[in-house]
């Protein structure tokens, strides 16, 4: 029988964050692939836990996934970790899970501490709805698709960024999305946690003058339904209802339902769109 991949969320600053689950798990295990052997062994230290380890990260994610497959395979249990939180969110791990799913091979997640979850709860904004992005893309032109897709999203954002690049992107999002409310977090459950509610143009404004420090988790505010509609009708308002009606008739749609989706889209009686639609043929 092949062994078991465990999942196991580690603290993101507070050591008393750690699950007596995972504890068990990593001292009963065969191998621990962790991301950082080095920063894991700390962690491990700390504990007393003893199990050998090996990395497992982004840059050998794929051919040392099939090295832990095998070893899965010949029945030792392997428990993944990364530097801190829920390994495979926005994390190698998931070429991992994968991989296992592929051969058969059974994967069980112990739960625990996640930044953006974290994040999330403390932002103060919706939490009904959320979309996670984690880190921008490097490539310019795909982030600025990103950034296209943000631009229309009602759920709230969470993003994760480093400090280096805090400014630039506060500015860019700021560009993008125009001023909404963010809330920006860092050194989360540790001593100097610190949960900062404030707007795009105004974090952008702060660390032009303040140096950034840590890593940071930004909860930005979703388009709210209410102006996402004051736009679709705007936007259907600057056309005229031959347009409008054109617009759905062209892919395939017969008049009455378009005449339906037209009064549906300016919010008024399908009444009026009829008579435009046929006085107009009249005049004709």
Same mark, same amino acid.
């Given at each position: 029988m092949s062994g078991m991949l465990y999942l196991c969320a580690t603290p993101i600053g507070n050591l008393g964050d750690m699950t007596p689950r995972v504890q068990? &798990?990593?001292?009963?295990?065969?191998?621990?692939?962790?991301?950082? &052997?080095r920063n894991s062994l700390k962690l491990l230290t700390h504990f007393g836990i003893r199990t050998a380890m090996t990395s497992y990260h982004e840059y050998n994610k794929v051919e040392k996934a099939d090295y832990l497959v095998e070893q899965l395979r010949e029945g030792k249990d392997v428990a993944l970790i990364t530097d801190a939180g829920t390994p495979a969110i926005s994390d190698p791990g998931e070429v991992l899970v994968a991989k296992c799913q592929e051969a058969g091979i059974p994967v069980t997640s112990l739960p625990g501490p996640v930044a953006c979850i974290t994040a999330l709860t403390l932002s103060g904004l919706s939490t009904r709805r959320f979309c996670f992005e984690g880190f921008l893309?490097?490539?310019?032109?795909?982030?600025?698709?990103?950034?296209a897709e943000l631009t229309e999203e009602s759920? &709230?954002?969470?993003?994760?960024?480093?400090?280096?690049?805090?400014?630039? &992107?506060l500015k860019e999002l700021y560009e993008a999305l125009g001023d909404r409310r963010i809330t920006l977090c860092r050194e989360l459950t540790k001593k100097f946690e610190t949960v900062l509610p404030t707007t795009l143009q105004e974090a952008a404004s702060r660390y032009e003058s303040e140096e950034p420090r840590g890593e940071y988790v930004l909860v930005v505010e979703g388009k709210s339904l209410r102006q996402k509609k004051e736009e679709r009708q705007a936007a259907w308002q600057s056309m005229s209802i031959e347009e409008h009606m054109a617009f759905y008739q062209k892919d395939g749609m017969d008049e009455k339902a378009a005449m339906k989706q037209v009064a549906k889209d300016r919010g008024v009686p399908k009444r009026e769109i009829y008579a435009a639609v046929h006085g107009a043929h009249k005049t004709n």
């Open positions: 068990q &798990t990593l001292e009963s295990v065969d191998l621990i692939a962790a991301e950082d &052997t893309p490097a490539d310019k032109k795909e982030k600025q698709e990103v950034f759920r &709230t954002i969470i993003l994760y960024e480093a400090p280096h690049h805090l400014l630039r &992107t």
